[in-house]
């Protein structure tokens, strides 16, 4: 009765290793929902790739996968001195690589945590968060007047930009080498292979370390099936009444109900059918069923993507089925396209 995603364990973990043995350096991310297969899966996943560092995205993250994995963790949004970034437990101190991203931070930190170790972030084209190249030389006088921290490298958080980033790096390197900042370690996302082997060459006195997650945990689609489990099956008549809204059936069918609704991601699709006026009218004389209002869901059956028919619920759709198609019974499984970072399953099984 369950939104499920099973993972082909042995393809998923081979996939991970030949990421982390073609990555030297890699840092993986983890983040959110865990890219759908929980923080603490991600985190016992890292341990036993035996990596160095694990990324993940918060303070309020980091209890989740402290326990699981034995490293170091660099949390990516920046350290502010309230919330959980000021609150954090001492008993982590020792593991936590802070991102800073602006001065005053870095030496309000520094004043509460002498022996921080730190990231500085550069701000790139994305402009999300980073220092200016100025603001990033200043920081080098707080680190002299603060003999204690431990400065583990500049951040550079770039756009997604399939290969376009290198110029815009050799930029910013030319700055974090002016800088004089006692560093030799650039921590960098969403580079290609070539981009990165570029940037060694290029410095070969610096350390590039990348961050992923999409392309690690999320990397082969082939190792991951997600399924939804029919509920229920109802036979309607053209004209009959069903759901919440109490809409009637456009034509013969099936209704049914599945497993998956709001409360797990599950949401609306774009409308089925052509977007121009002429599409909808011709889809409209043939009588076709987004004509009635019914709109493309994620879940499909023989391959084919079927539609709502009625707008979610919170944890069940129910789905209208055009006489003719082969009707699934109460127990079958159904396939289910879902974006895993916005997805949350009752049930990971790992095979
Ligand atoms: C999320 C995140 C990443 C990883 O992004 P993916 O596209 O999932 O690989 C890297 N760096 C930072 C700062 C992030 O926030």
């Known amino acids: ?145 603060n003999p204690k921290a431990r400065v583990a490298g500049v951040a550079l958080h770039l756009p997604l930009a399939n290969g376009a980033h290198l110029s815009e790096v050799h930029r910013l390197m030319t700055e974090v ?30 350390t590039f370390r990348p961050r992923l997650g999409t392309d690690l945990w999320l990397g082969d689609r082939g190792a991951l099936r997600v399924t939804a489990t029919v509920l229920d099956v109802h036979e309607v008549e053209r004209g009959d009444g069903f759901g919440y809204r109490h809409r009637t059936a456009p034509k013969a069918g099936h209704v049914l109900v599945v497993s998956g609704g709001t409360a797990h991601g599950i949401g609306l699709e774009a409308p089925l059918g052509e977007a121009s006026l002429r599409g909808r009218a011709a889809t409209l004389a043939r009588g076709g069923l987004d004509a009635a209002g019914f709109v493309r869901s994620p879940f499909s059956i023989d391959g084919k993507q079927r539609l709502f028919a009625e707008p979610p619920h919170m944890q069940a759709s129910m789905l209208f089925l055009p006489h003719g198609a082969r009707v699934p019974g109460v127990g079958d499984e159904v396939d289910v396209r879902v974006r895993f970072t916005a997805t949350s399953f009752d049930r990971i099984v790992v095979t």
């Open 1 to 145: 009765m369950a939104l499920t995603l099973t993972v082909d364990g042995d393809r998923w973990r081979s996939h991970l290793r030949q990421v982390a043995d073609a990555e030297p350096g890699l840092v993986p991310v983890a983040k959110g929902n865990g890219y759908g297969f929980t923080l603490g899966r991600l985190a016992r996943k890292t341990q036993w790739l035996g990596l160095d560092t694990l990324a993940v995205g918060t303070y309020e993250e980091l209890p989740e996968v402290a326990s699981r994995y034995d490293g170091d963790l660099l949390v990516l949004t920046p350290w502010r001195p309230f919330g959980a970034a000021a609150e954090l437990d001492p008993g982590l101190a020792r593991r936590v690589i802070h991102t800073v991203s602006r001065v005053d931070d870095l030496t309000d930190l520094l004043g509460r945590q002498p022996d921080a170790r730190v990231v500085l972030e550069r701000a790139t084209s994305m402009l999300r968060h980073g220092m200016t190249a100025r603001e990033l030389w200043s920081t080098a006088e707080v680190v002299r007047a």
């Open 177 to 206: 080498v002016a800088t004089e900042l006692p560093l030799d370690t650039v921590w960098v996302s969403h580079l290609s292979a070539a981009e990165l082997t570029a940037l060694r060459s290029s410095y070969p006195d610096f």
